[in-house]
């Protein structure tokens, strides 16, 4: 174990707050909690896996820390993110007879952070949250910049609010309990991170990938590290997703329409992720804004952890229909006036949006990454 | 008819916004309304009766503005602020395909204002929203500074979001179709205004309330622009309810608690509001704070708009209970860690937030302000 911690600063001004990362942060993180929860009421949100395997160890910090402090379950997985467990979990904080004074702690995956965070945004219009995400993902992405939603009938994430953390705790420790393919979907969002960063920091995870995939702490906490940074610094300078924000969905266009064409549940976001990189730097190589090699470079590294490298390797039981896909696109949140719109790379480390893609292109990209054998 | 307009501008930065106040708004804001909704979609969300009365009005300059238009109505009155229905309200405008460049109006009352404020605030994480106000509470009131809820079990307003309009327009010429005791309770906010605000703001209401509550237009606009002024100097100088913006419920900790001890419905909140001012001056005098002329000052204010200007004047079928007044404002929402707040005067245009009331003073005046005879 080591003891050195590392701080990304999310710089929001009066609204600005540290992502903490480190090993035995649960344990040991009562210096960064006192600030903000000494002497006041808590309410931890939580699922039950999470609650039996890493409750006690925060457990004995919040006692020593706080004025009072309870436990709410909310469902695993993304059945928290409906409307219904949404208002289940106002009604309980209701019930707890909590005040504004009172911190919410999201304590789980990307679905508990994101219901808890909007129920933190909601209740009396706003009370203080610290996140304490459970898995790579959302230690890397989802805990990192205020978003949060709910998913509808009408598809994933269409409702939902800006609310900033506190304080994000990033115990490197916690994964240790991740399902392996969990853990690599919360890579495929590093890889992203590496390719918005440059040249050097893509180059590192090629070297380290093995290591920090077999929980190394030193490598794990430096990629988390890097993943923070990516997003905080992304959303320091686009906080309600207007323009430079959407640069963090590189692979996302792809992404959410492969989600969408599996229906909702049958891949992890980071497998969607990870093949949505491969099509996006194909697309970025085919109309002529990066070098192919860039390209097979990056397939070439996805194959090399397991993670999908094309979208034929994203599990399906029937082939993927590139005109489907681009049909999904469509409808995507980020698209407007029917305009879709895709971040692409002029190199690694060079990302850009383009809303003039010509729809040609993608469905002659997809053919090929559909395509199997 | 008079064409003169009137604006105040609520200063939040990039956030800010125009109130435009005048007569015959709806036919005639073409020219504020262009900027913000020109060639895009818009979605009117409004309540049966208000679409009947007054839709037709604004539907022109829609139509000569918006690349497409529809209409969403929501259950009249408090019923429309609900979980069931704001998740429905989402749904609906999910159905309609809308996209984040859509704007939201909404046109009604402060329940319609303030369910439609909440789904702009959550659609996607926030679209544009534009308020028509069509009651004088709302219109001096609610539909300024952003503010939105829902009601729950537990009680009024306990889930919400900040979400500041683009604009707000306040047509006077709506009010026309407001039944009279609608009236009078938006009167009540605009009390409230005049006492914050100075001598020379109370004394033009003693002189000018008969010919604004006859529906004039000249004085009626004046004093929806002294009532917006208000709130927008409070709200710019705390959007985020943490300070001074606590001074706008000078009144309110005792209207709060009438409301909820008469049943929600029983009392508009305007005439709760009368007779939370009453006691809330009353108390002001009492410790001293302020001269008991300025109370009774109040008091014959409100009694000679035929305000309730005791609590005993509000309907009820049964006594006022003082003790149970004040177990209401212990569970008031801007009750932190047991202190009640209350909004004091230390006379007319010099209101404070006084967090050390002693129950045993308030029990003192509530027993006073219920006694009937």
């Known amino acids: 174990m080591t003891n050195e911690r590392r701080t990304v600063r999310v710089d929001l001004g009066e609204r600005g707050y540290d992502i903490v990362i480190g090993e035995r942060l649960l344990e040991t993180a009562e210096d960064v909690l006192a600030p903000i929860v000494a002497g006041r009421r808590a309410v931890v949100v939580t699922d039950a896996v999470i609650r039996d395997a890493h409750l006690p160890r925060l ?24 409307f219904r467990e949404l208002e289940a979990l106002l009604h309980r904080l209701l019930d707890l007879g909590i005040d504004r004074s009172t911190v919410l702690v999201a304590f789980g995956g990307g679905a508990v952070g994101d219901v808890a965070g909007f129920a933190a945004a909601l209740f009396m219009r706003g009370i203080d949250l610290v996140q304490i995400p459970t ?21 994933k994430n269409l409702v939902g609010t800006f609310h900033q953390p506190r304080i994000v ?9 991740l399902p392996r393919r969990e853990l690599l979907s919360g890579y495929g969002e590093v890889v992203k991170c590496g390719l918005i960063r440059g040249e050097a920091e893509f180059a590192w995870l090629e070297e380290n990938a093995p290591s920090l995939l077999a929980l190394d702490a030193g490598p794990l906490i430096e990629a988390v590290r890097m993943g923070c940074g990516t997003k905080a610094g992304i959303v320091a300078s686009d906080e309600r997703d207007r323009g430079d924000r959407a640069l963090v969905n590189l692979g996302h266009t792809f992404a959410h329409a492969l989600e969408a064409e599996a229906g909702y549940g049958a891949l992890l976001h ?23 090699r860039v390209a097979e470079r990056v397939r070439g590294h996805l194959r090399a952890v397991r993670l999908p490298d094309r979208v034929a390797a994203l599990a399906s039981d029937r082939p993927w229909d590139p005109r489907a896909l681009l049909t999904h696109m469509a409808h995507d949140k980020k698209t407007v006036a029917g305009r879709i719109h895709f971040v692409l790379l002029r190199g690694i480390g060079s990302p850009f949006v383009d809303g003039t893609v010509p729809g040609q292109a993608v469905l002659d990209v997809l053919d090929g990454e559909c395509r199997r054998g």
């Open 59 to 82: 457990a004995a910090v919040l006692d020593r820390l706080c004025d009072r402090w309870d436990t709410v379950t909310v469902p695993a997985g993304e059945d928290a993110k409906s």
């Open 135 to 155: 898995t790579l993902m959302s230690q890397v992405d989802s805990a990192v910049g205020g978003k949060n939603a709910i998913n509808t009938p009408h598809g």
């Open 169 to 177: 705790l990033d115990d490197v420790s916690v994964l240790e309990s």
């Open 270 to 292: 980071g497998e969607a992720v990870a093949a949505g990189l491969a099509a996006a730097t194909a697309l970025s190589a085919r109309l002529g804004h990066c070098d192919p």
